[in-house]
């Protein structure tokens, strides 16, 4: 997919180049390089690709990281933010995929470095791509820090100024019948008020004109939600009906209006507990909360197992769900990549050799069975058969592509399958 304009793509890479004004009084134009923590831009290129494969355009280099050490550390002679130009990255004429990894890489928190700054260039990269049709957002959290991908925005969304909740943004889809919602049960609208009521407190608001006030949450959302549409319930008599009354809209009303509610009350307390209880609500229906906007459930493959004691494993796997969660084409590359990169991680749990590794969980895991243990080596070497051979990375251009999204799928359950599978031995012996 190519939604992201060349015209956005010059804007962010000026951004990174020129830098912004963090000035209160005075102008203060400060610039933050992408990189962030890292000492060198080559060690965060690192995590991206893999320049030990790609070509040199230097000649007395072997590949793309020996001229990078080259000109970008030893000269320092290549412009600041020639990558974004390079043809040998997919930034300039790649994927939208390509070019969002690299952005939220920008922002995750092992490698950004916090700060005024730092939100300075993620709210304008963020108005850049809503004029093309993309958000960044939060996922997951590590220790507390966002982890982002990436979600499309809907046609009135792009062509609105504001937050539009569930029923807004999706209404043609509605009324067409492309999104058919399920019924929700009256014990667990039950379970949203509730829960809403528990998490009540007071919000510190500011009118048009610079007015402070506060209101209870609740009568907060309510007075936003009638920006969007007059309140309506059904009553008694199964007549829909205007309605004052925040409860009855919940109980009594068609999902799509719970939904909107939700979010609202998500945008006036934005607490990853509140969205960790409300999705224990919803998640039997096949929607979750996920960073102030309800979203289907899509997996195309079961929950994945999370180890306990390795987090760079943790984050891979994360990840992955993450991207199985949205379920198009670009999403399922990415968690390919992200469930092949953890596959090659838990090949190292027992150190660098990963025969030796892989030997001993076969072990371990058969109980004995050599049966199982003769399964387990079958399956190893069936998958780093294909992986080796196939595509798994998108840059990869001398490898066979898969022939679908249905086998990239199938690839990648059997991936995520053999991963639950040592991950949870691995938990279990406390590893």
Not at 280 to 303: A, D, H, M, P, R
């Amino acid at each position: 997919m190519k939604r992201i304009t060349n015209v956005t793509k010059r804007q962010i890479k000026e951004l990174f180049q020129n830098g912004v004004d963090v000035g209160v009084f005075e102008s203060d134009i400060q610039r933050y390089l992408y990189w962030g923590r890292f000492d060198s831009e080559l060690s965060f290129l690192k995590r991206l690709y893999q320049l030990d494969k790609m070509p040199s355009n230097d000649s007395r280099y072997q590949n793309a990281e020996g001229d990078i050490i080259q000109h970008t550390i030893n000269n320092d002679d290549w412009e600041l933010c020639w990558v974004f130009e390079d043809e040998r990255f997919p930034l300039h004429d790649g994927t939208d995929e390509d070019y969002l990894r690299f952005l939220i890489e920008v922002f995750n928190p092992e490698i950004c470095v916090e700060g005024d700054l730092l939100k300075k260039y993620f709210s304008q990269i963020q108005g850049f791509l809503r004029e093309d049709g993309y958000e960044l957002y939060a996922s997951h959290y590590i220790s507390g820090k966002p982890i982002y991908s990436w979600r499309l925005l809907t046609e009135k969304e792009i062509k609105s100024l504001k937050f539009l909740p569930f029923s807004v943004r999706f209404e043609d889809d509605l009324n067409t019948k492309k999104i058919t919602l399920p019924k929700i049960a009256k014990v667990d609208r039950k379970k949203v008020f509730d829960l809403m009521s528990r998490y009540e407190e007071t919000c510190y608001l500011t009118t048009e004109t610079g007015w402070n006030y506060t209101k209870p949450t609740k009568e907060a959302v309510w007075d936003n939600l009638k920006e969007y549409y007059c309140p309506k319930a059904f009553n008694s008599n199964k007549k829909y009906e205007n309605t004052d009354s925040f409860e009855d809209f919940i109980m009594a009303n068609f999902p799509q209006c719970v939904f909107d509610v939700i979010e609202l009350y998500y945008r006036f307390t934005e607490g990853q507990a509140f969205e960790g209880e409300i999705n224990k609500v919803i998640g039997k229906y096949g929607y979750k909360l996920v960073s102030g906007k309800i979203q289907s459930i899509e997996l195309f493959q079961t929950e994945i197992v999370l180890p306990q004691n390795d987090d760079n494993l943790r984050e891979l796997l994360q990840r992955a769900q993450s991207f199985s969660y949205e379920n198009n084409s670009d999403s399922i590359q990415s968690a390919l990549e992200k469930i092949w990169d953890a596959y090659e991680r838990v090949k190292t749990s027992y150190g660098n050799d990963k025969q030796n590794t892989l030997k001993k969980l076969e072990e371990e895991i058969s109980c004995g069975s050599m049966e199982m243990s003769q399964c387990l080596e079958n399956e190893f070497a069936f998958l780093s058969k294909l992986g080796n051979n196939y595509q798994i990375r998108h840059f990869e251009k001398s490898k066979k592509a898969f022939p679908s999204d249905a086998m990239k799928k199938y690839f990648y359950n059997r991936c995520a399958s053999l991963v639950n599978l040592c991950v949870s031995h691995l938990n279990n012996s406390g590893l």
